[in-house]
């Protein structure tokens, strides 16, 4: 019986994995088109542009462009990545909500941008990267000319966007996903007054002012870095 159920399972992650496969080449032959920008988030186009101008949402970048509003904070003490007890995971996600909260205020709401690489429109757009094109309102492309030399070519990433309630129940899966490094979003205001940007360790914050940056430092300083460029 137990070889019975075992052979089962096996045929049944073969076809799986054709059925996969299949799409796959289905998609590389009759190539991968993408989806036209939704234009019901012109507006969050517009603030981005206007607070962040041609900054990509992803931690390095707002990190590296917009310093004078930046800083990092930790999700662990002593810069630990990832939570081995429940302790940790739950002093990881209130840090999480802690600082958010704090750069939301009143807000109970927000926006989240997703962004992915493995697409662009070409042959072969990953399956996780057409799932999301066919789940999520399309927003726009971003390209940092910044990061082209003479070997490589700009970075060039899709971002998809969508709302949430700004409650735990709604945020704690997006904060696990940064925390397991599975996705690389930002979270955000329709004005874009501030950006939440977390990852594997904690937040990259963009704060709405120089001001604002330094409270939340004095506020949260415990869980800054030690290092001096405060990563």
């Known amino acids: 019986m137990r070889h019975t159920i075992a052979r089962v399972e096996h045929l049944l992650g073969t076809v799986r994995f054709l059925l996969g496969r299949g799409e796959e080449v289905v998609a590389g032959v009759l190539g991968f088109r993408m989806p036209e920008p939704d234009p019901s988030w012109v507006e969050l186009g517009n603030a981005w542009e206007l607070r962040a101008g041609r900054v990509i949402p992803a931690s390095w970048s707002l990190r590296e462009h917009l310093a004078e509003r930046w800083v990092r904070f930790h999700s662990l003490p002593d810069s630990k990545r990832d939570a081995d007890t429940e302790e940790e995971e739950r002093m990881l996600l209130d840090r999480h909500h ?86 690389v979003f930002v979270i955000t205001g329709d004005t874009v007054d501030w950006v939440y940007a977390p990852y594997d360790g904690g937040a990259d914050v963009i704060a709405p002012t120089a001001k604002a940056r330094d409270a939340l430092r004095a506020t949260y300083r415990a869980w800054l870095s030690p290092r001096p460029e405060g990563l």
């Open 98 to 183: 802690h600082v958010h909260a704090a750069l939301r205020g009143s807000s109970d709401e927000v926006v989240v941008v997703l962004l992915r690489w493995d697409g662009q429109g070409r042959f072969h757009a990953s399956r996780e990267f057409r799932r999301i094109a066919r789940a999520w309102p399309f927003w726009r492309t971003f390209v940092d000319e910044t990061t082209a030399d003479g070997e490589d070519a700009a970075i060039t990433a899709s971002a998809f966007v969508g709302r949430l309630p700004a409650t735990r129940a709604a945020l704690d899966p997006w904060f696990r996903r940064a925390a397991d490094d599975a996705d």
